[in-house]
């Protein structure tokens, strides 16, 4: 007797909606991917019970006739692929000709569609993948489907969705990301009869970022520099210090895809480098954009992962735009916060200087940095108050002895002293590493490390590397390593597991990164003891020093655990404050 049997047409297609629609956002990801790919200018959604009881999408696109219409709801039939080489290069959001039929098939459906010169539409009505009526019908151009009573006929599948609120949620999402994606297509949300939001079409990204986040995010927003290669890197990014928690607002589109991607993800990460504090995830909307035969798109059922063709390109090509982008950032910041006039400094009454560094020290590390000590911890402003001159500064005084409080044309700025402090030694004691190398120090017993076979061939190619890092690694046999020395900061560490984490943090470090960022993190603890604390009172030269230092730096506004060094208080906001301004 034969075990292996077709599987009939109806249930084929709800194993492929199984794949495809996992809950009622991913019913409207799908539809709303097919009116934008119908070249709609206006999408309209709507939704009841979280879209459980109704998901209703209608655009304003080119339309089908009826032989599409019908044929639409036939497994893998579409317009947008001919030949294995269209797949290859698809340009298009959707392309496999499973959403439909898969939707029809666990719902009760309604289609209805007409091209704009066409006298007369056409109406489908299916329930569980059977066609049950086609026929004339009198909606405007375009094309209008309706979902209802989603998993009606797979109650085990419909027993998983989560509470209304939930899927609407996720339904929200769905389309903000979608939004945008596309700009330039007007959106809308109707939820229960209620309005969620209406998004015109807009030219400007920025605009619609604003209709959908608020114009305070908007406002921390810096817009990628562009740069003239093949793989094109555009949009929004946060300022350094600008976080989440998680990457609720992390937004990536490929070729107008919203996708999620362990690369793109790695080379944000890498990009802001010590402008994130950990754990935390930086805000972006960010556009790559390359030749389609360079990315597959074909490799999820729901279509949210790619996979790059050349890796290690779109990582450095995202890197370099994230880097380039806030390094015009700090170029507008030095601008903004340009050195004092002279004279124009209060200032707090001379103290002990702060002593950076020893002679004696070891070349490129600090050995001894100490708080300068209090003698007088009174402020006495300047009896002469002149106008803060555009993009200049005056010192004001010192808040609970650790704030430094400056005033510009914009209003009032707050310098965390000892946050300022720590980026200054930590780019110091980068640049001399990277300059000079890092000293190390002799192991009393020298350890003698197997590795694998990849891990030792990388370690080989690496030597030198390796050795400027302060790291005395030499061939000791087949896949054998002998570790005679490591660079003061990190004396104490376990060997192995030392020279393990070193080879896997550089094999995922871009080809841009300088292999000495490895030992970053205990650089960024070392300054942290040494910079100047909260209580230690700086005179008015120090406080002048530190500020011309803390502008010089690649990254002045964070410290190198990614919390800012400095913020701003507009003018606009003490005046809302004080109800000077509505």
Same mark, same amino acid.
């Given at each position: ?34 009116? *934008? ?58 392309? /496999?000709?499973?959403a439909l039929p898969s939707i029809a098939s666990i719902s ?26 086609? !026929? ?6 375009? @094309? #209008? ?47 229960? =009869? ?11 990204? /920025?605009?619609?970022? !604003? ?45 107008? !895809? ?33 030749d389609p035969a360079e990315v597959d798109v074909n490799v999820? &059922? ?20 994230? /880097? ?26 001379? @103290? ?14 600090? *050995?001894?940095? /100490? ?6 911890? !009174? ?12 993009? #200049? ?45 890092? &000293? ?6 020298? #350890? ?8 030792? =061939? ?110 701003? *208080? ?13």
């Amino acid at each position: 007797m034969s075990r292996v049997r077709l599987l009939s047409d109806t249930l084929a297609s709800q194993v492929a909606a199984g794949e495809v629609i996992e809950r009622p956002a991913s019913v409207v990801k799908e539809l709303v991917e097919n009116s *934008i790919d119908a070249e709609a200018r206006s999408i309209e959604v709507m939704i009841r019970r979280g879209g459980i009881s109704l998901i209703r999408v209608t655009d304003d696109g080119i339309g089908m006739d009826r032989d599409d219409a019908l044929l639409c709801l036939e497994r893998h039939a579409t317009s947008k692929i001919r030949t294995a080489a269209d797949l290859v290069t698809v340009a298009t959001l959707g392309f /496999r000709g499973e959403a439909l039929p898969s939707i029809a098939s666990i719902s009760r459906f309604r289609l209805t569609t007409r091209e704009k010169e066409a006298v007369a539409g056409t109406e489908v009505l299916v329930a569980g993948g059977r066609i049950e009526t086609v !026929r004339d019908g009198g909606e405007a151009p375009g @094309t #209008q489907i309706e979902v209802r009573s989603l998993f009606y006929n797979l109650p085990a599948r419909r027993k998983f969705l989560r509470s209304e609120n939930t899927e609407t949620r996720n339904i929200e999402h769905q389309l903000n990301l979608q939004a945008i994606g596309h700009p330039d297509i007007a959106f809308s949300l109707v939820r229960d =009869e209620r309005v969620v939001f209406q998004l015109p079409a807009t030219k400007a990204l /920025r605009d619609r970022i !604003r209709d959908l986040m608020g114009s305070e995010l908007v406002a921390r927003l810096l817009e990628v520099e562009p740069a003239k290669t093949k793989l094109r890197v555009s949009g929004f990014i946060g300022q350094a210090g600008v976080s989440r928690a998680s990457r609720a607002q992390q937004f990536v589109f490929v070729n107008g !895809r919203a996708i999620e991607s362990p690369v793109i993800g790695a080379a944000l990460k890498e990009g802001y480098h010590t402008a994130l504090m950990k754990g935390q995830f930086p805000v972006t909307f960010l556009f790559v954009e390359l030749d389609p035969a360079e990315v597959d798109v074909n490799v999820h &059922p729901a279509k949210r992962e790619v996979r790059f063709r050349d890796p290690a390109g779109v990582r450095e090509a995202v890197v370099a735009a994230i /880097r380039r982008t806030l390094e015009s950032d700090r170029r507008s910041w030095q601008e903004q916060f340009r050195a004092p006039a002279a004279g124009d400094v209060p200032f707090v009454r001379p @103290t002990h200087a702060i002593k950076a560094s020893n002679d004696d020290a070891q070349p490129g590390f600090p *050995i001894e940095m /100490r708080a300068p000590a209090v003698t007088d911890n !009174r402020f006495e402003p300047n009896e002469e108050r002149r106008p803060v001159a555009e993009h #200049q500064f005056r010192i004001l005084g010192i808040l609970n002895k650790l704030y430094v409080l400056m005033e510009n044309a914009e209003g009032l700025v707050l310098v965390d002293q000892h946050a300022a402090h720590e980026r200054i030694l930590f780019e110091e004691l980068r640049r001399r590493m990277e300059e000079k190398g890092v &000293p190390s120090q002799r192991l009393l017993l020298p #350890q003698v490390i197997e590795l694998a076979p990849r891990d030792a =061939e990388w370690i080989e190619r690496n030597l030198a590397t390796l050795q400027k890092m302060g790291l005395g690694v030499e061939e000791f046999g087949r896949h054998t390593f002998k570790l005679e020395s490591l660079p003061p900061f990190l004396s104490g560490a376990e060997p192995g597991r030392l020279l393990q984490d070193v080879i896997d943090s550089l094999k995922s470090a871009s080809n841009s990164s300088s292999p000495l960022r490895l030992g970053e993190e205990m650089i960024a603890k070392t300054v942290c003891r040494h910079a100047v604390k909260a209580n230690d009172l700086l005179r008015q030269p120090e406080v002048e020093k530190l500020i011309r230092d803390l502008l010089e730096c690649e990254l002045p506004y964070c410290c190198p655990h990614g919390r800012p060094t400095m913020i701003q *208080i507009s003018l606009g906001e003490l005046e809302k404050k004080f109800g000077r301004k509505v």
